[in-house]
């Protein structure tokens, strides 16, 4: 994004030209950041030839899929909706792995069907399921054990997956237990060792942690996996300047990991790939004044972009037209949605602003579409991508006739 005579623009076109032909509130993605960012991490890992598996909870919009497809990514899918979205985008059976806790009989069924890479089973209960499938389609099933390894992400509580008070994954003695009954089977082939310990990580030390408990595990069953899925998890910049992952020192230790352990390392990376790609962009209806605020009433509310409400996630919101008169008062920018916690930033001062202007609200490529809902009976945004300086509508905002 940049200024040129104070208006804004996304990949050389201009934000005020995407309101007048689509509309607010509207999410915008970068096709050139998305390429960026998807070059960006094969060249991280460059040395270590990951299968790197786009997690499509982060964003599950078919053409974004396609976009990453066609740049050699697979899929990490959590539901049979996302498989088929995967599907449906020309993604690569043989790249995709089904992850997730509550995984059906109808779901497992549909993932054999297709024939994908791997289901990653967190749960003996699972495991029981998925040999009824087996034996139902007289197949051999490749499947992965999902490690809780109790490492701390050290990032937001609501968002970490892998400690023992969160529900996802197996015990280290579960995970011993399971391939000591399992690894002669005839139903199932225990393929892989996955582990994901939560997601926006910028240190290392986690994932250091992480590899550890790994390392044990393999020690302790004496087991050789074909995969080790490290899951993704990696953090982005909103905007506060914080201090990065290292890259090189993770890769580092892989490295070492894999030079101990001959296995194929899988990744499932999200909002590395998606976040700082999307944007949403809205129009203030109405500025409401009062003694110590300025309410920036926004035409986008937390039934679009659910994250500040959900765990008070920071995003920066820019005009679409630059101002050299500043307000030194506090403006709250919120939505319409009739909830006190519609508000998505709050900041001690901003920006002239009149009512009518746009704004947009950054980073929100990755858990911001796929969070939306219909709450106060709300139309879901539209979604469009720019592409080659192309304005190319993925996503038509949902008819409220149609909703109803």
Do not use: W
Not at 90 to 100: R, T
Not at 323 to 349: A, M, N, Q, W, Y
Request: a positive charge; aromatic letters at 8%; proline letters at 2%.
């Amino acid at each position: 994004m940049h200024y040129i005579n104070k208006k804004l623009l996304i990949n050389k076109v201009s934000v005020n030209k995407i309101v007048k032909q689509i509309g607010t509130p509207s999410y915008v993605y970068s096709y050139n950041l998305l390429r960026e960012n998807i070059l960006k991490f094969k060249k991280n890992f460059k040395k270590i030839n990951p299968l790197i598996c786009f997690a499509v909870k982060a964003n599950n919009n078919i053409k974004i899929l396609n976009e990453i497809s066609r740049l050699g990514l697979g899929a990490d899918v959590v539901s049979m909706g996302e498989l088929m979205a995967a599907l449906k985008a020309k993604i690569d059976p043989k790249k995709i792995v089904f992850s997730g806790v509550g995984k059906t009989y109808e779901e497992i069924m549909f993932a054999v069907k297709k024939k994908i890479l791997l289901i990653n089973a967190e749960s003996k209960s699972e495991i029981e399921v998925i040999l009824k499938v087996a034996k139902k389609f007289n197949t051999r099933i490749n499947i992965g054990l999902r490690l809780n390894p109790n490492v701390d992400a050290l990032t937001i509580k609501e968002i970490t997956t892998g400690k023992q008070i969160n529900k996802f994954g197996l015990s280290d003695n579960e995970v011993i237990e399971f391939i000591k009954l399992y690894k002669n089977s005839k139903l199932v082939s225990i393929k892989c060792l996955s582990v994901h310990i939560g997601s926006q990580i910028t240190s290392h030390i986690p994932y250091l942690k992480m590899l550890n408990a790994i390392q044990k595990i393999i020690n302790k069953s004496n087991y050789s996996f074909e995969y080790i899925d490290l899951g993704g998890g990696m953090g982005i910049n909103y905007g506060k300047n914080i201090k990065l992952l290292n890259y090189k020192k993770y890769a580092d230790q892989i490295l070492k990991f894999i030079t101990k352990n001959n296995a194929k390392i899988i990744f499932e990376p999200g909002r590395s790939i998606v976040g700082n790609a999307g944007f949403l962009v809205s129009k203030i209806i109405y500025i409401k004044k009062t003694k110590k605020v300025n309410f920036i009433i926004l035409d986008a509310g937390m039934n679009d972009l659910m994250r500040p409400a959900l765990y008070k996630a920071y995003h920066r919101i820019i005009p679409a037209v630059k101002s050299r008169i500043k307000i030194f008062k506090r403006h709250d920018f919120v939505g319409p949605v009739c909830e006190t916690t519609d508000k998505f930033l709050s900041v001690k001062s901003y920006q002239k602003l009149n009512e009518g202007d746009n704004v947009i609200i950054c980073d929100v490529g990755a858990y911001g579409k796929v969070l939306s809902s219909n709450y106060n009976l709300r139309s879901k945004a539209s979604e469009i991508l720019i592409k080659n300086s192309k304005i190319l509508r993925i996503k038509k905002k949902e008819n409220l006739k149609t909703i109803i």
